[in-house]
């Protein structure tokens, strides 16, 4: 029965060229296996990128109690091992913010650095905030910043505003008067427009004194 043909003769026959093909492929292979390894150590011991974080920045000088337009800021972005506590990283949080201290150019922005927000932040051109008192006190608990209201006279009538929102509230009396036995006054800050003000202003009948009115909880 004949000997099947080897596969690859050139490399496999038993020929010197066959022989010497081999000890090149030999060779070939090893500095392959080489370059390889020396591949895998190089990245092994290349230090790791490091970790970056978003950070609002000043981009210009900023002097204290400015209030900051996205000009004053730009975004960079800083090894996490060098960021400060409560750093600001989007610009719709802190524009239109002020600030309570100078910044300097490149000076991260941190919490620390904002005049804390009160119920006048964001109110809307044209309209204005009221603090009235609510003749009924436990209403007020019906009452949460953001929610819309109605206004009454307290002596019973027409709505004297029908679109207010409520900015604030003020705090339950934690003892003092309510431990006698009285129920404290409670008022709530009131956003309206300058119309409504008026109406309600003037439905109070008098600027001396507490403005006191019904105050309702309405849907919206």
């Given at each position: 029965m004949p000997r099947p043909p080897r596969p690859l003769p050139g490399l496999t026959g038993p020929g010197r060229r066959a022989r010497w093909r081999r000890g090149v492929l030999r060779r070939v292979l090893s500095a392959l296996l080489a370059a390889t390894a020396v591949v895998l150590v190089?990245?092994?011991?290349?230090?790791?990128?490091?970790?970056?974080?978003?950070?609002?920045?000043?981009?210009?000088?900023?002097?204290?109690?400015?209030?900051?337009?996205?000009?004053?800021?730009?975004?960079?972005?800083?090894?996490?091992?060098?960021?400060?506590?409560?750093?600001?990283?989007e610009p719709g949080e802190v524009v239109g913010r002020r600030v309570a201290a100078g910044l300097a150019r490149g000076e991260s922005l941190t919490a620390s650095r904002l005049v804390p927000r009160g119920p006048l932040d964001g109110l809307p051109p044209g309209r204005v905030a009221l603090h009235v008192v609510s003749a009924d006190p436990a209403a007020v608990d019906l009452l949460a910043p953001g929610s819309s209201a109605r206004v009454y006279p307290v002596a019973g009538g027409p709505a004297l505003a029908v679109a207010a929102t409520v900015l604030a509230t003020d705090p339950p009396d934690r003892g003092g008067t309510a431990s006698l036995g009285a129920v404290p006054p409670r008022g709530v800050v009131l956003s309206l427009s300058g119309a409504e003000a008026d109406a309600v202003l003037a439905g109070h009948g008098s600027l001396e004194g507490p403005v006191t009115v019904t105050v309702v909880a309405a849907p919206g």
């Open positions: 190089v990245q092994q011991l290349r230090p790791q990128p490091e970790a970056v974080t978003p950070v609002l920045v000043a981009a210009r000088d900023v002097p204290a109690g400015t209030v900051l337009t996205a000009a004053d800021l730009r975004l960079e972005h800083l090894p996490a091992r060098s960021v400060q506590p409560g750093v600001r990283s």
